[in-house]
């Protein structure tokens, strides 16, 4: 099945620094990756996602970046925010139920 | 983004007794709804795919008949946890596919089994 990687489990930034979180996955018929935003306590929040067609994508401050060559994608954020602190999972759709699977995840904090 | 309701939110039992949580997709019809289980710190584990009309899918090493789960309508799905033990205490997670492969996901129920 697949396996997706994430790194690194944690990030500490200055505010409106960049942060990068990176991931990995095995399945090439992996075809949608969606990043998610988990505060502590509460549901994932979906952020931002691309396509296997596609090889990057912007909104606002937050952008990923797809290479299906290499088979990994990263989430990059601009200009950090004390708000931006949170958990990160990234994902990758894959199976006859186009189902999750989903990264270790990223402790990301922003000092201000 | 679509509204997946989950409920309850925290629940509290003794051991032996059977829990079940329901989740929603509300401004849309799900055919697939999806659970998950979170330890804390830890990420989403997938536990099942849950089909509209027909059996679950449960992924490798989840016991079907202890985590019983009903998809009766396009809008609901239920997760049953049977006789619950301390072990089976955990952050339960459900999502719902909506168009174009968007899954949005309810808000979790935490499970203390005493």
């Known amino acids: 099945g697949e396996n997706v990687e994430q790194h690194p489990s944690t990030l500490s930034v200055q505010e409106g620094d960049s942060a990068v979180i990176k991931c990995t996955y095995s399945?090439?018929?992996?075809?949608?990756f969606p990043w998610y935003k988990q505060e502590l306590g509460k549901r994932p929040q979906l952020i931002i996602d691309i396509r296997s067609n596609v090889g990057e994508k912007k909104d606002q401050r937050i952008a990923v970046t797809l290479n299906k060559t290499a088979k990994h994608f990263s989430l990059h954020i601009t200009e950090t925010q004390p708000e931006d602190s949170a958990v990160y999972f990234c994902a990758a759709s894959t199976g006859s139920a186009r189902q999750l699977t989903f990264g270790s995840g990223t402790q990301l904090t922003v000092l201000p | 983004g679509a509204v997946v309701s989950q409920h309850p939110s925290w629940v509290i039992c003794k051991s032996g007794t059977s829990v079940k949580i329901e989740c929603r997709s509300l401004?849309?019809?799900?055919?697939?709804m999806f659970w998950y289980r979170q330890f804390p710190k830890q990420s989403l584990m997938l536990m099942a795919t849950?089909?509209?009309?027909?059996?679950?899918?449960?992924e490798q090493g989840v016991e079907k008949d202890k985590f019983l789960i009903n998809h009766a309508s396009l809008t609901l799905s239920t997760l049953t946890v049977t006789s619950a033990h301390p072990e089976d205490s955990s952050f339960y997670i459900c999502?719902?596919?909506?168009?174009?492969?968007?899954?949005?996901f309810g808000s979790g129920t935490q499970l203390s089994v005493l």
């Open positions: 849950s089909n509209e009309g027909s059996k679950a899918t449960y």
């Open positions: 401004d849309f019809q799900a055919t697939t």
């Open positions: 999502s719902a596919r909506e168009a174009a492969e968007k899954l949005f």
């Open positions: 399945d090439s018929a992996s075809n949608y």
